[in-house]
């Protein structure tokens, strides 16, 4: 078992979202803040070999679906973890609440449309999940609907596996109070504030509803080919070691090889 597998969701067990981490190290227990610089550095150069790997390969792709309630850090982790991978290959995707034109669709179609294609990294901050997180937690359809939709969810993920995509869906886990750190940070910080959502203070004063949402997701939704990994996320260093590690391994997991060159290049000259 690899040393990140401690944070994956076991499909079917119960999650209690009070009794996980948010502060574990133990999956690099050698791993300081300052020695993880170098790690992480290692870490995105295979990251970067492995995506050109995919490429060259053409006929699979990797999608990483990142949750985290605010301040959590989505942001941070692709821009650490993606360091150094050719931007080509990765299309990133952000999902805010949705346009009068998303509304009127089924809630997958806008998310089905990002979905990579072959070859190709996508990378979701926020995704499907929010519709059955906020959706469900601020009652914005009826549970009868909202409730179906773990099904369809597992369902989606999983015909795009069998066509070749390779998910992983991590939810950065941090302390209640650390959010409260983050949230004054960015107010104190002009450079920052910009991010400061009034809303954000409301989504702060549902916490347990949100983590008891969040639960129930990743209850019904961690499955063998579309595992959720409850990532602690209160220090950034090693946040960004576990999921580039989980990516990593994601990867290497598909056993990829380069094509073999179209022609017989041993006769060729070049003059
Ligand atoms: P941010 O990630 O800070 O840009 O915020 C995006 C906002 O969009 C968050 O408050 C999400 O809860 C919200 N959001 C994302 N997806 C949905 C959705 N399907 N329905 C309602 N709100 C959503
Ligand atoms: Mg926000």
Redesign the pocket.
Same mark, same amino acid.
């Given at each position: 078992m690899s040393a990140v597998d401690r944070y994956r969701v076991t499909p079917g067990a119960s999650v209690d979202l009070t009794k996980i981490p948010t502060s574990d190290t133990s999956a690099f227990p050698e791993a300081t803040k300052k020695s993880s610089r170098n790690q992480l550095g290692a870490m995105n150069e295979r990251l970067s070999e492995l995506q050109r790997l995919l490429w060259a390969d053409g006929s699979r792709s990797l999608l990483l679906v990142l949750q985290a309630m +605010?301040t959590g850090g989505k942001d941070g982790t692709i821009r650490k973890v993606f360091t150094g991978v050719n931007p080509q290959g990765v299309d990133v995707r952000g999902f805010g609440v949705p346009t009068d034109e998303e509304l009127a669709h089924d809630y997958l179609w806008r998310v089905h449309a990002r979905t990579p294609s072959d070859g190709r990294i996508a990378v979701f901050n926020r995704s499907h999940y929010e519709d059955v997180l906020v959706v469900r937690v601020l009652d914005l359809v009826p549970e009868d609907v909202w409730s179906k939709r773990y099904a369809h969810i597992r369902d989606f993920e999983s015909m795009l596996v069998d066509e070749g995509t390779v998910i992983r869906k991590v939810m950065l886990h941090i302390s209640k109070d650390e959010q409260k750190q983050r949230l004054q940070a960015r107010l104190d910080d002009p450079a920052k504030a910009y991010?400061f959502?009034a809303s +954000?203070l409301d989504t702060r004063a549902r916490w347990s509803d949100y983590m008891a949402a969040y639960a129930r997701a990743l209850e019904e939704t961690s499955t063998d080919e579309a595992p959720w990994f409850v990532v602690p996320a209160d220090r950034k260093w090693y946040r960004n070691l576990v999921v580039s590690q989980i990516l990593i391994e994601a990867i290497e997991g598909l056993g990829l090889r380069y094509p073999e060159p179209s022609d017989d290049l041993g006769n060729l000259e070049i003059t």
């Open positions: +605010d991010k959502n +954000d």
